[in-house]
């Protein structure tokens, strides 16, 4: 008879923590495989998922920064007292070098600006223009009074204001007005006019050639000049002045109070007439162009005189003060001390109307301004 223990195999429990895990191992493997292999793939297909596209975008541009924009408000005005707010800084990338500020423009006809002031300021004292009150406008007076400096200093003669020009012009190289042979123009041929008027040339064309030279060296011989042929400042003066000698010429007079009127009146129907240096009207003046034209058109006799001629003339009276004038009278003015350089005819009521350098056209305005009473020189009263 078998004993209990060979009828029935009884397994023994694995003594050690790790037999028993061993143990159980064994009896699960099959579980184990399968959940092992669904992880494995699992894993697999994980790793192996394709990306997603992302579409290629350029990248967005923000807005430029700068200072904030504001708008005017009409009808409102800072209170007094109150400073505008500081425009805020355009802001720059950390280390970004500030530009530097762009040069100044180039100054031609039709622009407005402070500096055609000091433009024309300059080329009053040189004598390139009508003595008159600086504007900011460059109008056609300052256009052919720069291309008369570059044609004399032999610039490209176009007029505008820069580069080389502006800086000749002020600097010691920039001379004084001066007519000399090759040069040609309007100025030409109102300077050839008054040599005919004194008998030294036979017409006038507007070139400054050969037989203009010799005329001009005639001139000078007769009232004690140098004689290059050239007409500088000296030349100018004398010719356009009542003292000059010549083969022949014309002794001023004097009109009539009526004659007077009729200047005055003849003045106001010419407002508006454009100012072109050395013209004497009927349709264009320049300011002793057009007294010149006023008075020779209401009975007074007289030669093609500058301002300065005119101010010097001892056939008519001379008027000291401004506070003394009358209508009809002629006024005259000078810049900073300087020679007489222009003139007008005085209408009464402290207003003169003149062939204005600056406006560039007849105009009628205040002649007791603080510009003009500092400048006044003498009137001359020609009635």
Known sequence: MRSYDSRYRVRKRPKTALARAWAFIGAKRIWILLVGTALAVALILLLNRPK?????????ELPKVTAPFRSPVPGITPEPGIPAPAPYPSPSAPGTPT?????EPDLREGMDSEDVRVLQQRLMELGYIDIDEPTAHFGPATDFALQLFQRQHGLQIDGIFGGETKRVLFSEAGRPYTLFEGARGHDV???????????????????YGTDT???????????????DGKAGEHTLNTIFSSKAKGLSGVTATKGSSRSARAAIKMAGELLGKRYVWGAKGPNTFDCSGFVYYLLTHNGVKTGRLNALGFSKEDNWDKISKMSNLRAGDIVFFSTNGRRVGH?????GDGKMIDASSSNGKVVKRSCTTAFWKRNFVCGRRPW
């Open 343 to 347: 003139t007008g005819l005085y209408i």
């Open 189 to 207: 041929e109102a300077f050839q006019e008054r040599l005919h008027e004194l008998g030294f040339l036979e017409h006038a064309t507007g070139y």
């Open 52 to 60: 997603p596209v992302i579409p290629d975008r350029s990248p967005i």
């Open 99 to 103: 530009p530097d500020p762009s040069p």
């Open 213 to 227: 030279v010799k005329a001009v060296k005639e001139f000078q011989k007769h009232n004690k000049l140098h004689e």
